[in-house]
């Protein structure tokens, strides 16, 4: 029903930027709540920032806040999360999620939708 492809990602050294985007398709419909996410091996998927949409609501993990920026542009449907300062720490699988009730921000329980994901290596 709702398609989500990420891109953006990529290799950077540790202080550098990258801009994450998620083109929206489909049921756009059931994306009133968007958010990032990110999984590294042997970790869980967990809440980096999220975005009610059309609101003004939003949510950033703790150890991103004040590096990463969430934004949408509903004109062309596209999600960002734009990341500065990053660590190696930051370096994880990160995938758009959408879905239509806006519940818990930070929960991927509560997120339907997910993109394929796009890596993000930082080094040090």
């Known amino acids: 029903q709702v398609r989500l492809v990420e891109s953006g990602g990529g290799s950077v050294q540790a202080g550098g930027s990258l801009r994450l985007s998620c083109s929206v398709s489909?049921?756009?419909?059931?994306?009133?709540?968007m958010g990032w996410f990110r999984q590294a091996p042997g970790k869980e998927r967990e809440g980096v920032a999220s975005?009610?949409?059309?609101?003004?609501?939003?949510y950033y993990a703790d150890s991103v806040k004040g590096r990463f920026t969430i934004s949408q542009d509903s004109a062309k449907n596209t999600l960002y999360l734009q990341m500065n300062s990053l660590k190696p720490e930051d370096t994880a699988m990160y995938y758009c999620a959408a879905d239509l009730l806006c519940r818990r921000l930070a929960s991927a329980a509560d997120f339907n939708y997910w993109g394929q994901g796009t890596q993000v290596t930082v080094s040090s």
């Open positions: 489909g049921s756009i419909y059931n994306t009133n709540c």
């Open positions: 975005i009610v949409t059309g609101g003004t609501n939003t």
